[in-house]
């Protein structure tokens, strides 16, 4: 018998765990050949997938290329999936033109492009204004006398960053007073690809909507203050009222519109007064969130959210109830207690500063065995890297933990906070020769 086709239109090389969850998963329960487009593809591709076909999903003719390619299969393709930004709007086309089950490609590029999300929500502005969601003004910029002018007509500060970018690269916060010269210089690289300045959003907490079709729930994101607001930690549950879940949900779903979500993944960042009665959608995204917020939906709600997407793009999902958390847990990032050039080679053989930073920081709160545990650590990158101690973007940090924290002795935050605290000091130490002896608990 013909197996069936799973095609997997491109991913984030650092998802590449996640792309390998999903085809075992096609594999076990569907019985299916999974296809794997993406550009340039790797030794590495070749090894998660039945096949990879080098097509970039930047290309003009992506979608009608990608059908040539796929033509003599159409009827064995069951299934698909897109799972990149680069690839929202190019990989839906392509499923569309094959046949498959997919949300809408027309308005996802509103999923890609920044600016165009912007541009739909200055269309129907009046409409989220009666759902309390702030559309903020923008404009896309390419020289720094624009820049200039932005900067005249908000004085209480904005954004700077790419139009198409994630991972927090080339976002500056630019506030009354600040060198202009130099934000639009640290936007320079990002010019040909489009960049865009935004009114600031004057809202402080930052969550994310995230789910797959009608599953929901919401994550918290904790991110740094000052000039590079990057993200530090993603915790889930997030610690809500009713009133401001119902404010998030409802700005999240208006996103989901926007952009043609309906079935599939999606990841919107959103903001919230201190009030919980207003919202600011800072992007959304047709995709599963990053930091492996399905991997802390899985341990928090004990549903494997991977594998609901792949019977959903089969069409045999079944129905899920409500999700009620039973922990909570958070994805962490890791990075230097100072500017300095590093690389995982130079931790001491032997050395676990995670471990160590951990059970220094369940020892901080007076934890019992089993109540901070660690599900997963990752160094970013094996390279040498110029790394700075206030990071700039995700590409400033060393490494990502996850942690689970169970029973109610502690928060969650306050337990972040006090790990990332620990983990500077663990790996200064891990830096050292001999390395440290581990204490036993």
Not at 119 to 130: I, N, P, Q, T, Y
Not at 324 to 350: E, H, I, K, N, Q
Not at 393 to 415: E, Y
Request: glycine share 8%; hydrophobic share 40%.
């Amino acid at each position: 018998m013909t197996r069936p086709i799973l095609l997997i239109v491109d991913y984030n090389l650092s998802r590449i765990d996640e792309v390998r969850h999903l085809r075992d998963y096609a594999r076990e329960r569907h019985g299916a050949t999974v296809v794997l487009i993406r550009a340039d593809p790797t030794e590495a591709d070749h090894a998660i997938a039945d096949e990879v076909i080098d097509l970039d999903p930047l290309r003009d003719d992506f979608a009608e290329m990608g059908e040539k390619l796929l033509g003599d299969r159409r009827e064995r393709i069951r299934a698909g999936i897109v799972f990149s930004d680069n690839a929202v709007r190019s990989g839906a086309e392509l499923l569309e033109r094959l046949g498959v089950a997919v949300d809408a490609s027309p308005p996802a590029e509103g999923a890609f492009s920044k600016y165009r999300y912007r541009l739909g929500e200055a269309r129907v502005a009046d409409l989220l204004a009666a759902q309390r969601v702030m559309v903020p003004d923008f404009a896309q910029i390419a020289s720094l006398d624009r820049l200039r002018d932005f900067a005249r007509d908000h004085p209480k500060g904005f954004v700077v960053k790419p139009a198409a970018e994630g991972n927090n690269r080339g976002v500056v916060v630019v506030r009354n007073g600040d060198d202009l010269t130099a934000a639009f210089a640290e936007v320079l690289p990002y010019l040909e690809g489009g960049v865009i300045c935004e009114e600031l959003i004057p809202y402080r907490r930052e969550y994310s909507v995230d789910g797959l079709g009608p599953l929901v729930f919401l994550t918290e994101k904790i991110s740094a203050s000052g000039r590079y607001p990057v993200e530090i930690a993603q915790v889930l549950p997030a610690g809500l009222d009713d009133h401001e879940r119902a404010t998030l949900e409802r700005a999240g779903r208006q996103a989901n519109w926007l952009v043609g979500q309906c079935d599939g993944p999606f990841h919107n960042e959103i903001k919230l007064s201190d009030d919980g009665l207003h919202a600011a959608v800072v992007e959304p995204n047709r995709r599963p969130g990053g930091m492996k917020i399905w991997e802390l939906a899985r341990w928090v709600y004990g549903i494997d959210l991977h594998h609901h997407w792949i019977d959903t793009a089969f069409g045999t999902a079944a129905g899920v109830g409500r999700l009620v958390p039973g922990c909570s847990a958070a994805t962490v990032l890791l990075g230097v207690g100072s500017d300095r050039s590093f690389s995982p080679d130079d931790v001491a053989a032997g050395a676990d500063p995670f471990a160590d930073a951990v059970q220094d920081t369940a020892e901080r709160f007076g934890l019992a065995d089993g109540e901070l545990t660690v599900t997963e650590f990752s160094w970013l990158s094996r390279e040498r890297r110029d790394l700075h101690a206030v990071a700039r973007d995700n590409a400033d940090f060393a490494a990502q933990g996850c942690v689970v924290l169970r029973g109610d002795r502690a928060d969650i935050r306050p337990v972040v906070h006090a790990l990332r605290e620990a983990w500077s000091e663990a790996l200064d130490r891990a830096l050292e020769l001999p390395a440290p002896v581990r204490k036993s608990r």
